[in-house]
């Protein structure tokens, strides 16, 4: 059996060595040059020094030196350099890889945040320490070219674009499960609200102040809730990448469509109870709640943790038509009439000051230009 | 008198000899693109030499041709592609604007070969090296002349 391995390897190395001997230092040149074009530099070294070993064998395969002076250093030259941009990438890629520890936080909203700030920043950190790798050498801008398609450019496009995700994604897993809790008890706490609120109003003995405090707290609970939604769509947001299954998982296990959906509802309500006429900075608190909203259905929808919710969102838009919008009033009449008071007051005053100095000033000879002089 | 008759003509040498510097007009195969009014730029938009029209040569070839093949070996030009039955030697006029061509059949025992796999370098010494032309698996020597040689002969 080994004599059969060793022949063999004896057939393919005369075989490999014949082709090796046959070929021109013209092709392979081509041949080198054609692997750095690839990013391939260790085999375009092979091939540089392939070249060589011809060359010395056969002086004449380069009758005027051409490739040993100039070509092939050059090509070397530019093959060393992308060794080196390609071993800082490598570097690059590892120490970031290392670094990379998302600390341990409560999982809350703030927590959805901080970790969202530190991916981006870590992603940012890292394009952008990779271009200045890039841009600290010279290179010829074919083989610039060509470094994107090795492994260690595209290893930092990954990790830049898909790792930190995928690391983050397993902090937001956990948070997932405790803002959608979040949300089902606020929505819980909203409804039970809601109901006091409408009892209230039917009541003719409850008072304005109570009914505007119901109303505030319900506006209070759903900017929270809206809060815990951004959240979510926050660590939703971006590619539709599988790192995120495990959380998707979550929020749809945690009901998310139901407790979507029950949000919306209760919003709807909400902005049938206003009834009468809001003010403009009401109405457009009103209006940038129904965009979120819109802006979640569509982040929800494409990440499939929850139904499509736009027939609730257009009773929500046709609520939303039936506010009246009054603009504030400035000033009221009896205000308007005090002042006018004040400013009629004012001007007697000035009237009478000027006419009582007038009676009271001394005529002296020659203080009037026009009076006529004595000579 | 011939004293003078010497020094005289020792000096024409040597000043015809400064106005000589050493110049090699050679160079590696490049591969060109035809264009559709069958012309190919010597070298790139970077390093552009010139232009070769090649009307003639490609209708004598008769074959569909998207690039062709050249290397320059002491000023004279050899080209060929893929599919052609000769090699062609273009030798440029003293005006700089035209070029004798002349065809090359590498292997004239047979006449109706195409030659495939084709591939042009120089070998031998700088003051003698000639053009190895590889194709269908096999290698000739083409001399400044344009003889065909299996070896690199003078």
Redesign the interface.
Known sequence: MKNVISKWLLVVSIIWASAVLAQ????T?DAAKAALLRGDYQVALVKISDARAHIAADP??D?????QNR?LPNLENDANTMASIITALEELYSSTEIELVFPDLKPNVEAVHLYTQQARSASEQLISRRDSILASVELAPEYRDALRNTVAFKQIERLASVEIVEKLSEKFTDIALVLTDSIAEINSQYQTLAANLEKLKKASASSQAERKKLEEKLAALSQERANYMNAISEMLIGDNSTEKDQMRIVLMDQNLSDIFGTAITTEIKRVNALGGAIDSSAYRDIIQNYERMKRYNEIFMKNNVAGDQSALLAQYEAAIKNIKVVQPTTGTPIRYFILAVIGLILIFVIYKIVTSQKTKRPTVAGSDPSAPHAT | MKQIIFLGSVLIVLSCATRVVRFEQYSVTMNLPVAADSSVVIGNDQHFSGVLWLNTILKAENVPVEKIKLIQNYGRYFLCAENFQHVWLIEPEEDGLSGEFKAIDVTPKDKADRYTDIGFSRYGTREHACVKFRFNKQEVFINRKGNVDEKCNK
């Open positions: 021109d230092i013209q092709e040149y004449q395969l009758p005027n030196g051409v490739f070509l």
